[in-house]
């Protein structure tokens, strides 16, 4: 086994199997699927089990637990890391060993899939991300660059798909695959967006404190430098255009509402402020 694909899940019944039959249709050979579970209540286990030797269970733990934990159970020269709502096309894997070499990681670009209003304006969204290493995430790395820097840091909820890359870029370049990831994302809805957002801020505290200088690339909603270089998107797709920044401002508050609660009216406004001293 050169490749371990490493899949932290949380009741992921309905998704774990498209991406588990993604896995065993990759063009290249030699892959090892690794599950940490995180006390799933549904047929998550039992049907990871249909697909894989290697699922561990992991209750009350993060995602960066889950896949630290996952990698020292790899046997695999290389990690991919992936969430159990995504799907391979059928050659990422060998896209990504073909694109590694000189580079200390790989981002592996993602599509959005998903029918309803919300996830059209995530795919318009998305788009607009191709090529800006601040918002695309890294997810495949040889597992000794991966030691090296620690793996994921358990500290970082949310954010540690940033972190890590941030880091490894400290000394190594980060590449990009030519093979994509789908993101499946049908049924997300404002509130569950904004929900995610909200707790997800709550968590960030160290993250901003790591990196204020991503901060002020990320954390920025509304208005961003990938919507204004693509501003012809939203002159082509006005709707979308007005949707998304509606949805990111509603975000925006939401963001600010939870990282507001988790520190305190002082930390939030001298984070605010060395938030812009880096733009």
Same mark, same amino acid.
């Given at each position: 086994?050169?490749?371990?694909?490493?899949?932290?899940?949380?009741?992921?019944? &309905?998704?774990?199997?498209?991406?588990?039959?993604?896995?065993?249709?990759?063009?290249?050979?030699?892959?090892?699927?690794?599950?940490?579970?995180?006390?799933?209540?549904?047929?998550?286990?039992?049907?990871?089990?249909?697909?894989?030797? &290697?699922?561990?269970?992991?209750?009350?733990?993060?995602?960066?637990?889950?896949?630290?934990?996952?990698?020292?159970?790899?046997?695999?020269?290389?990690?991919?890391?992936?969430?159990?709502?995504?799907?391979?096309?059928?050659?990422?894997?060998?896209?990504?060993?073909?694109?590694?070499?000189?580079?200390?990681?790989?981002?592996?670009?993602? #599509?959005?899939?998903?029918?309803?209003?919300?996830?059209?304006?995530?795919?318009?969204?998305?788009?607009?991300?191709?090529?800006?290493?601040?918002?695309?995430?890294?997810?495949?790395?040889?597992?000794?660059?991966?030691?090296?820097?620690?793996?994921?840091?358990?500290?970082?909820?949310?954010?540690?798909?940033?972190?890590?890359?941030?880091?490894?870029?400290?000394?190594?370049?980060?590449?990009?695959?030519?093979?994509?990831?789908?993101?499946?994302?049908?049924?997300?809805?404002?509130?569950?967006?904004?929900?995610?957002?909200?707790?997800?801020?709550? #968590?960030?505290?160290?993250?901003?404190?790591?990196?204020?200088?991503?901060?002020?690339?990320?954390?920025?909603?509304?208005?961003?430098?990938?919507?204004?270089?693509?501003?012809?998107?939203?002159?082509?797709?006005?709707?979308?255009?007005?949707?998304?920044?509606?949805?990111?401002?509603?975000?925006?508050?939401?963001?600010?509402?939870?990282?507001?609660?988790?520190?305190?009216?002082?930390?939030?406004?001298?984070?605010?402020?060395?938030?812009?001293?880096?733009?």
């Amino acid at each position: 086994m050169n490749v371990s694909v490493i899949i932290p899940t949380y009741n992921e019944e &309905k998704n774990i199997k498209r991406l588990l039959t993604s896995i065993k249709k990759q063009a290249h050979s030699g892959v090892e699927t690794i599950i940490v579970d995180d006390g799933s209540r549904d047929r998550t286990v039992e049907i990871a089990k249909k697909f894989c030797k &290697k699922v561990y269970e992991r209750s009350h733990a993060e995602r960066s637990v889950q896949r630290n934990f996952g990698a020292a159970k790899a046997r695999g020269k290389y990690l991919l890391f992936v969430d159990a709502d995504m799907e391979l096309s059928p050659k990422v894997i060998e896209s990504c060993l073909a694109n590694l070499d000189g580079y200390g990681a790989l981002i592996v670009p993602e #599509k959005t899939v998903g029918k309803g209003f919300v996830s059209s304006i995530r795919k318009f969204e998305r788009r607009m991300y191709m090529g800006d290493p601040s918002i695309e995430v890294a997810r495949f790395f040889p597992k000794k660059v991966f030691n090296e820097f620690g793996g994921y840091d358990i500290n970082l909820t949310g954010t540690e798909d940033y972190d890590l890359p941030k880091r490894v870029s400290s000394k190594y370049k980060i590449g990009w695959a030519s093979e994509y990831i789908y993101h499946h994302e049908t049924g997300l809805t404002l509130g569950k967006q904004l929900k995610k957002k909200f707790y997800y801020a709550q #968590k960030s505290a160290k993250y901003v404190d790591k990196h204020p200088d991503l901060i002020s690339r990320q954390g920025i909603l509304i208005i961003r430098k990938a919507y204004i270089s693509h501003w012809r998107e939203f002159v082509k797709h006005p709707f979308l255009g007005i949707a998304l920044l509606f949805m990111r401002t509603l975000e925006t508050i939401a963001a600010a509402l939870g990282f507001l609660s988790a520190v305190g009216p002082v930390v939030f406004i001298k984070t605010f402020f060395k938030m812009f001293s880096y733009i």
